[in-house]
């Protein structure tokens, strides 16, 4: 594993979800917020850490990031 990968957020660890599961939900699902994949029941109604990183995901559709690494430009 390289140091990059290990070091990686790409998951919402309170409910053992992937971010590339939580995209796939939201494009089936039809949900574009963090909120509405909360209210789905399926992620960050625990500790809230991965927010910021659900938020990038859906704007961006990257589905791993570098620890911190969750602004992103809403005007793009
Ligand atoms: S990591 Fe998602 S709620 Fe804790």
């Known amino acids: 594993m390289s140091s990059n990968k290990r070091y990686s957020v790409s998951r919402c660890v309170c ?3 992937s971010f590339e599961e939580l995209q796939d939900e939201a494009r089936l699902r039809k949900l574009s917020s963090c909120q509405d ?3 789905a029941g399926l ?3 625990s500790c809230t ?5 659900i938020e990038k995901m859906l704007h961006t559709g990257e ?6 690494d969750f602004h992103y ?3 793009s």
């Open 73 to 75: 430009n809403s005007d």
């Open 49 to 53: 850490m991965c927010h910021p990183y």
């Open 15 to 17: 409910h053992r979800i």
């Open 63 to 68: 589905t791993e990031f570098r620890p911190g």
């Open 43 to 45: 992620c960050g109604g």
């Open 37 to 39: 994949l909360i209210k």
